[in-house]
């Protein structure tokens, strides 16, 4: 990612930052100890340059660009963490959806 792009992507994602949430009980979102930092999603395909960081992603993770999530964009401050856990769904989550699950994660940093 060049610097242009990862000044653009902040640049999208800074007026929609919020502390962010896990899947709680029942689906529902809700505010955790476990994650205590903050940020949001870009939606795909809405902007050109995401667009073009997907493709390259998809190209990189030899997978179908439709197989893809929106990025999400984080933000952790001084001593705000996301403890280890599993990253893909639990089997109730996906009863009725289908290809849902992860099968990998792409981690970029905007910044040092």
Same mark, same amino acid.
């Given at each position: 990612m060049s610097?242009?792009?990862?000044?653009h992507i902040i640049t999208l994602a800074q007026p929609s930052v919020k502390r962010v949430t896990i899947v709680g009980h029942d689906n529902a979102p809700a505010e955790s100890e476990v994650r205590t930092n903050s940020g949001m $999603?870009?939606?795909r395909f809405k902007d050109p340059v995401v667009t073009r960081l997907q493709k390259r992603v998809a190209h990189l993770a030899m997978l179908p660009l439709t197989n893809g999530e929106d990025i999400q964009v984080l933000n952790y401050g001084i001593g705000q963490e996301y403890q280890?856990?599993?990253d893909f $769904?639990?089997?109730d989550y996906l009863k009725d959806r289908e290809g849902w699950q992860r099968l990998a994660t792409v981690i970029v940093y905007?910044?040092?």
């Open positions: 610097p242009e792009e990862a000044e $999603f870009i939606h280890v856990h599993p $769904f639990a089997t905007l910044n040092n």
